[in-house]
């Protein structure tokens, strides 16, 4: 993110966006479950999916930030993340809300990466971790 001691702002807004994976999954299973038609089991194994592609992404990019450079990677993440979402969100299919969802959660690992890794190379991490 940025190296200025007060830009701490940008951070936690990337932060939090990178968790609209978990924010979102128990609407997502809800919605899946009631309005798609899924068994509880069928909408839990999606909710999965999601999480597993923002764990993922997070665990793929972590050590990688400084090399893609961290405001391409927020950016990237933040279009995954939009777009995946917003298009979930659009349709009626369920192999399409499926996809939607997988490109969200990549999304949003992807923005939480970031973020971690510029919570981790401030000059107080933990402050800047309580902020958020």
């Known amino acids: ?3 200025r001691p ?3 702002w940008p951070l936690v807004a990337v932060f939090t966006a990178g968790y609209l994976a978990s924010y979102l999954l ?3 299973v809800g919605r899946l479950s009631a309005q798609l038609g899924l068994s509880p089991a069928q909408a839990g194994l999606v909710g999965s999916a999601l999480l597993l592609s923002s764990a993922g992404a997070g665990f793929a990019l972590a050590g990688r930030v400084e090399r893609f450079g961290p405001r391409a990677s ?3 993440g933040l279009v995954l993340a939009a777009t995946g979402y917003g ?3 659009l349709t009626g299919s369920v192999p399409l809300v499926v ?3 997988v490109v969200g959660g990549l999304g949003s690992g ?3 990466a970031v973020a971690a890794a510029g919570t981790a190379a401030r000059p107080d ?3 800047t971790s309580s902020l958020g």
């Open 1 to 3: 993110m940025s190296s």
């Open 6 to 8: 007060g830009a701490v």
């Open 26 to 28: 128990p609407t997502i």
């Open 74 to 76: 927020a950016r990237t």
């Open 87 to 89: 298009f979930a969100a």
């Open 99 to 101: 996809l939607g969802v």
């Open 110 to 112: 992807t923005a939480t």
């Open 125 to 127: 991490p933990h402050r």
